[in-house]
């Protein structure tokens, strides 16, 4: 049993951010239930957590342990030496969960107060941060504002998708300024927990003490402030310590998902203030950034990985960094349980379902289809000789999208698009890479196209 929970633990530290793991899985614990040898209880320290991990993390360990146990497991959610129901404190405005009052994990930590009070994590920095045309834009900004907070860009908004490296930027900005200015007051804060304080500080009666300390601070970063949505009295709270830190020309940061006007259920004038400042995109990594990436997660792990095992990744896992570092993960440890060197062959068989998913999920002919739908015109079109700009601009863009999105090489794609030559399909690559950085819509385009041909 020790060993299949000390798998999850690995399994989601790897995958969500430190704060979230040392939030919602690290404090949890599992026990053995006598019923049956895979009938478990997790026990979390209080139910506001328990029910989170219910919501979000309980499918994801049952089916780690189908994986681990080759079986289905059951497991039972209980409460930490709690003999009675918490209650829920219900207002006009919206339901807040009774947050029973915890030991702060920074005071169990003495390593270095100062910095642990900031809440950042130390790896995280512009040094461990692989630039590429996804995030070059955002990087750049980011360390304009490192360099000058309160003065460049302010607030700095940071959107993307998923395991994109939203977190790690502004950990890099904020371990940069704490370290450059040591006396200066700097909280990182996930928009859950600065939920949790906000809703302790109306159940304590520290109403002002809250306010007195998120006011007060030099650096404020939020992490995905798309967990505001709807939660009216968090976002009032913020929208005046928002207006605070920007008159004292205090430096805030803000993460979401995606860009700030098209986050359901946030109020209009907190958007309005995201306008203040810059905001900018991270973008799913291109090919080269994600062999860069995984070569330099690598190197920190201290484990010899090939070109063409990295490239065999890469081509295969186009969404995210932290699907990336997974499927990495997997391939190292496939190799060492079956005792063998880490070479091509054994990375197929360790993403052996992950490139069968691939190759059935997105077609050559799908990338045809919808960007043909997309831009109105025939697929025939596609592998035509016509040269129109109508014509020519969306056949790079399928060039494009398939050298991106599938596994075929390039004198491939060039059969399939009318027979042309591989250094075609090359030129339309290069043509759609440069043009996305210059042309808004056209980088929309794109987005949209990606995200429709990945369902």
């Not at 590429?132 to 940071?158: H, T």
């Not at 990495?328 to 993403?351: M, P, Q, T």
């Not at 050298?403 to 060039?414: K, N």
Request: include cysteine; charged fraction near 25%; charge should be neutral.
């Amino acid at each position: 049993m020790s060993e299949f929970w000390s798998t999850c633990l690995n399994r989601f530290e790897q995958e969500l951010p430190a704060q979230q793991f040392n939030t919602w899985i690290k404090g949890l614990r599992l026990e053995k239930e006598p019923t049956g040898p895979t009938h478990f209880r997790l026990v979390a320290p209080n139910r506001f957590v328990m029910q989170w991990v219910r919501e979000r993390y309980l499918t994801q360990i049952e089916a780690l342990g189908v994986e681990y146990f080759s079986a289905p497991i059951s497991i039972n959610l209980g409460v930490a030496d709690a003999p009675v129901d918490i209650p829920v404190i219900v207002s006009a405005d919206e339901e807040l969960p009774v947050v029973k009052p915890v030991v702060s994990v920074i005071s169990a930590r003495n390593s270095d107060p100062a910095y642990e009070k900031t809440r950042l994590n130390r790896e995280f920095t512009f040094d461990t941060l692989v630039t590429g045309r996804a995030n070059d834009l955002a990087r750049a900004a980011a360390q304009q504002v490192a360099m000058n907070p309160g003065v460049s860009y302010n607030p700095l908004f940071i959107y993307g998708g998923v395991g994109l490296g939203k977190t790690h930027l502004i950990h890099a900005i904020g371990n940069s300024i704490f370290t450059a200015n040591p006396t200066m007051e700097v909280r990182y804060v996930h928009a859950e927990d600065y939920f949790s304080d906000v809703v302790r500080a109306f159940q304590q009666n520290s109403r002002e003490a809250f306010k007195h300390y998120y006011r007060s601070l030099d650096l404020l970063l939020i992490d995905d402030i798309q967990f505001f949505n709807r939660k009216e009295r968090t976002q009032e709270e913020f929208f005046y310590a928002f207006n605070a830190l920007v008159e004292a020309k205090k430096q805030i940061i803000i993460t979401c998902d995606t860009y700030p006007k098209d986050v359901q259920g946030l109020e209009e004038r907190l958007v309005s203030r995201f306008d203040w400042g810059l905001t900018v995109a991270i973008e799913p990594p291109e090919l080269e950034m994600r062999i860069a990436i995984l070569k330099k997660k690598a190197e920190a792990e201290h484990i010899s990985v090939s070109d063409e095992v990295s490239f065999l990744i890469a081509k295969n896992l186009r969404s995210n960094v932290r699907e990336l570092e997974g499927a990495l993960n997997r391939v190292v440890a496939y190799a060492r349980f079956h005792g063998r060197e880490i070479n091509l062959e054994v990375a197929k068989e360790a993403l052996r379902d992950i490139i069968g998913a691939t190759n059935r999920q997105i077609s050559l002919e799908l990338v045809q289809k919808t960007v043909s739908e997309f831009y109105k015109i025939k697929v025939a079109d596609m592998y035509s000789q016509k040269r129109t700009r109508a014509i020519a601009r969306p056949r790079q863009v399928a060039m494009w999208l398939t050298r991106e999105l599938t596994s075929h090489s390039l004198p491939e794609i060039g059969e399939a698009f009318g027979g042309r030559d591989h250094t075609t399909v090359m030129h339309a690559c290069r043509t759609i890479i440069d043009l996305r950085g210059k042309d808004s819509r056209l980088n929309n385009d794109l987005h949209v196209l990606m995200q429709t041909i990945k369902g």
